[in-house]
């Protein structure tokens, strides 16, 4: 007999928080039953193996950044939302650890069928929009964006920041790099043969 109330939606939020708190990559359907004081065979009614479970912690932390992201930059454009961006996304790394790392397997998990209700990479062309990227640029500048945010993001959480200087000023430069890169984005892709105006003066 199923526990009374149990759902789809309340095993993935069960497995999103065991996440957070000891580590994506050690997630377990006998964990969550555990958590959950179900046996682990009643977890097969509500999620498709630890593969589905791990596929439902990716979409929420989809879900949760990109919503944690939206919020913070109601009201604001272009230098101002991509600082708020910034701060939300490092934010929410910090609070949700383990539906982070989920988040990044995301195209592995889900495949190219399933979607986030609130898509991070939307949600970042919109913020970028207001630096007006040209849109065959839009993919290579959230690439870009998306790599060193998580990149800082990542070696922060793991320890590899050893040096006394404040990381919060590093994050903040490296946010105000982003700023003057997006003003100054090139109009086309390098290599396509367009030659950028401050070039050809000399």
Known sequence: MPRAGLTPAVVAEEAARLSDEEGFDSLSLAAVAKRLGVATPSLYKHVDGLRGLRREVALLGANGIGEEVQRATVGRAGPEALRAT?????RYAHAHPGRYVALQQLPVLAGAGAEPATDPVRVLAAVLSGF???ENQA????RALRSALHGFVDLETRGGFGLPEDVDQSYALLVEGFVRAFQ???ATS?????????TRRG
């Open 139 to 142: 993919v290579h500048a959230i």
């Open 190 to 198: 390098p290599g396509t043969g367009a030659v950028p105006e401050d």
């Open 86 to 90: 910034a701060d939300a996304y490092r």
């Open 184 to 186: 100054e984005w090139p």
């Open 132 to 134: 007006g990227i040209a």
